[in-house]
């Protein structure tokens, strides 16, 4: 095992000593899309161990088992979570109102599930491209839609669009999850105002290379790491609880005059 996987190991898997507490969030209510696997997995990690109720979502019905059976075994709340296909707008929605119906009113939504899927140019048909939309733009507004009246009873709230730097890199090999991804800062600012009103936060947090299992699996070779070694100012690799500390911050009443704004993690690369 190499120095860079040893560090990577042990940074993977934050204790409670090691992550920073925030105390507003001990029983706060809490939505995380896509939340059974890879940055999403260690969201809904992140916020049990601040003591929040947590609910998810996510399409990978194993893993999604697996996260709430050892987030029990910690000793820690065990997360509401269902399988669904955030395609479907209406099972998204449906959840959302079932979650809120057994935890009480949203009052942090993270906006994460997403797919990066590669695809040339050439071979996006019309159908594929409304599928790629369906995963990675759409459920995002329609979640909002969905937690924003519960936001507005509990007399705020946080929500957390994730965003990407790929499409900022200038990175090919998928046009369409460019697209989506591009268009989160638009949904952030363009309902930043409105939500304000009713005291509801809104940003995006856009992470840069992070070292999921899929990642590791599918696309970490030498010259990826020569890549990350020319492109970071920093050394380390990015690990998923990298992320879940700058959304805990945006969920967390310490950044409550933060919005509209897009945060960056990504180790300087963009």
Same mark, same amino acid.
């Given at each position: 095992?190499?120095?860079?996987?040893?560090?990577?190991?042990?940074?993977?898997?934050?204790?409670?000593?090691?992550?920073?507490?925030?105390?507003?969030?001990?029983?706060?209510?809490?939505?995380?899309?896509?939340?059974g696997?890879?940055?999403?997995?260690?969201?809904?990690?992140?916020?049990?161990?601040?003591g929040?109720?947590?609910?998810f979502?996510?399409?990978a019905?194993?893993?999604?088992?697996?996260?709430?059976?050892?987030?029990?075994?910690?000793?820690?709340?065990?997360?509401?979570?269902?399988?669904v296909?955030?395609?479907?707008?209406?099972?998204?929605?449906?959840?959302?109102?079932?979650? $809120?119906?057994? /935890? *009480?009113?949203?009052?942090?939504?993270? #906006?994460? =599930?997403?797919?990066?899927?590669?695809? @040339?140019?050439?071979?996006v048909?019309?159908?594929?491209?409304?599928?790629?939309?369906?995963?990675?733009?759409?459920?995002?507004?329609?979640?909002?839609?969905?937690?924003?009246?519960?936001?507005?009873?509990?007399?705020?709230?946080?929500?957390?669009?994730?965003?990407?730097?790929?499409?900022q890199?200038?990175?090919?090999?998928?046009?369409?999850?460019?697209?989506?991804?591009?268009?989160?800062?638009?949904?952030?600012?363009?309902? $930043?105002?409105? /939500? *304000?009103?009713?005291?509801?936060?809104? #940003?995006? =947090?856009s992470?840069?290379?992070?070292? @999921?299992?899929?990642?590791?699996?599918?696309?970490?070779?030498?010259?990826?790491?020569?890549?990350?070694?020319?492109?970071q100012?920093?050394?380390?690799?990015?690990?998923?609880?990298?992320?879940?500390?700058?959304?805990?911050?945006?969920?967390?009443?310490e950044?409550?005059m933060?919005?509209?704004?897009?945060f960056?993690?990504?180790?300087?690369?963009?």
């Amino acid at each position: 095992m190499t120095n860079t996987e040893q560090a990577r190991r042990l940074r993977a898997a934050p204790d409670r000593q090691r992550q920073a507490v925030f105390p507003s969030l001990a029983g706060r209510t809490v939505f995380v899309t896509g939340g059974g696997s890879g940055i999403g997995a260690a969201i809904v990690e992140a916020f049990a161990l601040q003591g929040a109720r947590v609910a998810f979502i996510d399409i990978a019905q194993d893993a999604s088992e697996a996260l709430s059976e050892r987030l029990a075994g910690l000793g820690l709340p065990k997360p509401w979570w269902r399988r669904v296909d955030v395609s479907d707008v209406a099972a998204l929605q449906a959840a959302i109102g079932d979650a $809120a119906a057994a /935890l *009480g009113d949203f009052a942090v939504l993270v #906006n994460n =599930v997403a797919s990066d899927e590669r695809h @040339t140019l050439e071979a996006v048909t019309p159908d594929y491209y409304d599928q790629r939309m369906a995963i990675n733009e759409r459920p995002s507004l329609f979640a909002i839609q969905s937690v924003v009246p519960g936001m507005r009873a509990l007399g705020g709230g946080s929500i957390i669009n994730l965003g990407s730097t790929g499409w900022q890199s200038k990175s090919g090999g998928y046009p369409c999850y460019a697209i989506a991804k591009s268009s989160v800062n638009g949904l952030t600012r363009g309902l $930043a105002k409105p /939500l *304000g009103e009713h005291g509801i936060r809104i #940003n995006t =947090v856009s992470p840069g290379w992070v070292m @999921t299992e899929r990642q590791l699996t599918l696309w970490m070779n030498d010259a990826a790491e020569d890549e990350i070694r020319r492109n970071q100012c920093l050394p380390d690799k990015l690990i998923p609880h990298d992320i879940a500390a700058m959304v805990l911050f945006l969920a967390a009443d310490e950044s409550s005059m933060c919005t509209a704004q897009e945060f960056k993690v990504d180790a300087g690369w963009t």
